[in-house]
């Protein structure tokens, strides 16, 4: 006797309807309406899980971390930062693989809408602050947001690559993961470097600024008590002129 497959939720539902779709015609060419009929589903149904096309594809994004985070192991804790970083995005691949041709229209689509790429920039760059945690590598600091924006623009390059990539061993798309890794590991130390460097600087400017800001106040009351008026320092040299 075979085991039931579990019933999908009509969050999944939606999500499955919509990558079909866009696999299948550009995503300005598709609506809500035509998610929900190819979901199964009403309006309403739709209404009630998501407000709209792009947050159906950000339920998307957080299905495909989800797959590498619950993959995450410490097997390759001993290793360098790149290689932790490499293995966890091509497990990001092969979670995306299903949906190759989907994911290639959506981006020719960000593409052609400037808007539509600020949002998913966005989306990406919540996507990879977890692809770091994963391999161990923080996004905090000075240095995290550089990071991560310069993770997700090399992410780009590496899918540009990655669609047109017919290799099961997918060789082109890990040569570019490979390259640009390292061109980000390079261009990270140059930052950090500079941060080290302008620490003493920081330090010294918010030490002055503090000074200001304490003396100033301090140096009105010496001079204007606002109850008695001008002090005894500034009425004896009243008196002298």
């Known amino acids: 006797m075979s085991e039931t497959q579990p019933s999908k939720s009509k969050r999944d539902t939606i999500v499955d309807a919509l990558m079909e779709l866009a696999a299948e015609r550009r995503w300005e060419e598709i609506s809500i309406h035509d998610v929900a009929v190819r ?21 998307f994004s957080r299905r495909i971390d989800r797959a590498v985070l619950d993959g995450t192991t410490d097997d390759l804790a001993g290793e360098p930062a790149k290689d932790r970083l490499f293995d966890v995005l091509i497990r990001r691949l092969d979670a ?27 989306m990406a ?15 905090e600091g ?8 310069g993770l997700v623009l090399a992410w780009t390059r590496i899918l540009d690559v990655w669609f047109d990539d017919e290799d099961t061993a997918l060789a082109r798309t890990m040569a570019a993961l490979d390259r640009e890794l390292s061109r980000g590991e390079m261009l990270v130390a140059r930052v950090e470097d500079v941060n080290r460097l302008a620490a003493p600087l920081r330090t010294l400017a918010r030490s002055v600024f ?10 009105r009351r010496d001079h204007f008590d606002e109850e008695t008026g001008p002090s005894d320092q500034d009425t004896r040299r009243t008196h002298t002129l």
Not at 125 to 136: G, P
Not at 142 to 149: F, V
Not at 210 to 219: D, L
């Open 142 to 149: 000075a240095t995290g947001h550089i990071k991560l924006q």
């Open 210 to 219: 503090n000074m200001a800001r304490t003396r100033g106040p301090r140096m």
């Open 96 to 122: 995306m693989a299903p949906y190759r041709e989907a994911l290639r229209q959506i981006f020719e689509w960000a593409r052609r809408d400037p808007i539509s790429a600020t949002a998913l920039n966005s």
């Open 39 to 59: 979901a199964g589903l009403s309006l309403a149904d739709f209404r009630d899980q998501f407000p709209s096309k792009g947050a159906v594809l950000a339920a």
């Open 125 to 139: 760059l919540n996507s990879m602050r977890f692809m770091l945690e994963a391999a161990d590598i923080s996004s």
